[in-house]
C-alpha cells in the first residue's frame, strides 16, 4: 500500500466550478499535512496547511480526518490559473515529507 | 522568487561521467533536502542534512553522494549513472525546530538525462 495515495486525475472543469480532491495516508503517527501545488514544469510550493478543525484560505477549504486518515481540498469558483498538479502531502517524524504523486487539475475556459 | 537556486538547470552526461549538482539556498534555513522526481511518481526523498549533518540517506544507490560543505550549499556528486536516473532532481530547505514547521522551500530543479 502507498503511504500517500490520490486520485491522479486528470480533473478537467470549467471555469467557475467547484472540485474536490482526496487524499488517504497509511501512517497513523503522521503528525502534520499539507497540500502543496506544482504548475507544469516547475518546483512544488506550499499552498496550505490542513488542521483537524478544517481551514479556509480564500477559495480553497482543507479538511483532515485522523480516524479515517483522510484529507480533502475543496476549490471553488475555480480558475484558469488554478490548472495544476496538487500535492498530498503528510510530515512523519522528524520532520520527514512524504508526497503523494499528484492530481492533475485543468480548468478550461 | 524561490530563495533556493540550483545549477545547472539542464544536465545530460554518459553514464561513465562525473558531475555534480549545486544547490544554495538564501532563506537562512538550517536543514537541507535532495528529491528525486520522474514522471508519473511521487517525489522520493533522497538525503536530508539538518544543521550541515546527514540525517537521513534513503537507502540511495552509492553513486548519488551528497556533500553540505555549509548550512547554504549542498552539493549531490554523480558517478557511472544508469539511464533510469534520468529523473528531475529537486532540492529543498527549511527551518527545522519551528512550531507547525513543515513548510519547504524548493529550488527550480536539475533536469537530468543519462545516455
Known amino acids: 500500500r502507498k503511504e500517500v495515495e490520490q486520485d491522479p486525475g486528470p480533473f478537467n472543469v470549467p471555469e467557475g466550478a467547484t472540485v474536490a480532491f482526496n487524499c488517504t495516508y497509511s501512517n497513523s503517527a503522521s503528525q502534520s499535512f499539507f497540500w502543496y501545488r506544482q504548475d507544469c514544469r516547475k518546483e512544488p510550493k506550499l499552498l496550505m496547511s490542513?488542521?483537524?478543525s478544517g481551514n479556509e484560505d480564500g477559495r480553497f477549504t482543507a479538511q483532515l480526518n485522523r480516524a479515517s486518515q483522510y484529507i480533502s481540498l475543496l476549490i471553488r469558483d475555480s480558475k484558469l490559473s488554478d490548472s495544476a498538479t496538487y500535492l498530498c502531502v503528510i510530515m512523519e517524524y522528524g520532520n520527514k515529507l512524504v508526497f503523494g504523486a499528484g492530481t492533475i487539475l485543468r480548468v478550461k475556459s | 522568487e524561490t530563495g533556493v537556486t540550483q545549477t545547472p538547470r539542464h544536465l545530460v552526461m554518459g553514464m561513465t561521467n562525473k558531475k555534480s549538482l549545486k544547490c544554495e539556498q538564501h532563506?537562512?534555513?538550517?536543514?537541507m533536502y535532495w528529491y528525486k522526481q520522474s514522471a508519473k511518481k511521487p517525489l522520493e526523498l533522497m538525503f536530508v542534512y539538518s544543521l550541515e549533518e546527514r540525517v537521513e540517506n534513503n537507502s540511495v544507490p552509492s553513486r548519488f553522494s551528497p556533500e553540505c560543505p555549509n548550512s547554504s550549499h549542498l552539493f549531490l556528486h554523480l558517478h557511472t549513472l544508469q539511464p533510469e536516473d534520468s529523473a528531475l532532481y529537486l532540492c529543498?530547505?527549511?527551518?527545522?525546530?519551528?512550531?507547525?514547521?513543515?513548510?519547504?522551500?524548493f529550488g527550480p530543479g536539475t533536469r537530468l538525462t543519462v545516455l
Open positions: 529543498a530547505s527549511s527551518h527545522l525546530g519551528l512550531a507547525g514547521g513543515g513548510e519547504q522551500f
Open positions: 532563506l537562512g534555513h538550517n536543514a
Open positions: 490542513v488542521y483537524s
